[in-house]
């Protein structure tokens, strides 16, 4: 199976993106919807997605879980919910009770967007993300460079779990690299329960100024650290489609993996995905 583990649907016109407010993201402030992704899919060979949170907002989570039990190719749902509930359990307990509750596979944060660089260390998101992982839930780290280091001791601290690392945590591309990240990087991959998607990086360079030889150096470097049974392709559409069509994307990744070695490509587009949100038992 080949699955895209991470895209999204949003409607601006009926819910709430503060994220989507900047000027320059007026070319994705549309609804987008699984009609949409359908013929992409198709027209690229992938079998199956997994549709990543958007906002902070349970009813998302819940409508996301109503679009996947209707949506065949929709095998996986990563949620949002309020890892400082006390009553966390209780809410994931209800929403796996849910029409496509079986599909719920994942929890994720938007942990870039608090000012608070340790913000996963809070004592109450600790015991948050147990409620979670009692639940055989994986955790997706939607951080970059600055919350590594946090992300890292949550990763430490739960050495049984399963963390996804979203977009290799956003590298500078743009901006040439840093060591900084390609350090933290390979820091948080010695942590053996983590994996890494390969996502979103086309949008990390310069939108209009960018090919499959730019991302490479980071793609490289994340293999070599997570190795080849702990990469994971996403499309991150929409959101990709500011730098280039899903297409693009899938063929730039797709380049950026086949130099890696004979297998990574093969694993990263779906094994890996499978094992690391337990898609298959």
């Excluded at 979670?132 to 780290?141: E, G, K, P, Q, S």
Aim: negative net charge; proline residues 5%; charged residues 25%.
């Amino acid at each position: 199976m080949i699955i895209d583990a991470h895209q999204h649907f949003w409607d601006p016109a009926r819910a709430d993106y503060p994220w989507m407010d900047a000027p320059e993201l007026a070319p994705i402030r549309r609804a987008f919807g699984p009609a949409d992704l359908a013929p992409l899919l198709e027209a690229n060979g992938i079998d199956a997605s997994i549709v990543v949170q958007c906002r902070s907002a349970l009813e998302e989570t819940e409508e996301f879980l109503r679009i996947a039990h209707a949506t065949p190719s929709v095998i996986g749902v990563v949620g949002w919910v309020d890892l400082t509930d006390s009553d966390l359990g209780d809410t994931l307990d209800r929403l796996w009770a849910l029409p496509g509750g079986d599909k719920l596979v994942g929890i994720r944060h938007q942990v870039h967007d608090e000012l608070d660089a340790d913000w996963l260390l809070r004592e109450d998101v600790q015991r948050g993300l147990t409620a979670v992982f009692a639940r055989d839930l994986a955790y997706d780290f939607l951080v970059r460079t600055r919350e590594l280091p946090a992300a890292i001791a949550t990763a430490q601290a739960f050495p049984q779990a399963r963390f996804v690392l979203d977009h290799a945590a956003k590298p500078p591309i743009a901006d040439g690299g840093s060591d900084e990240w390609t350090d933290r990087i390979t820091a948080l991959a010695a942590c053996g329960n983590v994996w890494c998607k390969i996502s979103g990086l086309a949008t990390e360079a310069t939108w209009d100024d960018w090919d499959a030889e730019r991302l490479l150096p980071f793609v490289a470097h994340a293999a070599k650290n997570f190795g080849e049974d702990r990469l994971i392709f996403g499309s991150d559409w929409p959101v990709c489609l500011l730098a280039g069509s899903y297409g693009d994307i899938k063929r730039a990744l797709e380049a950026c993996l086949a130099k890696l070695g004979p297998n990574v490509r093969e694993k990263a587009f779906g094994v890996n995905a499978e094992a690391a949100y337990r898609l298959v038992e």
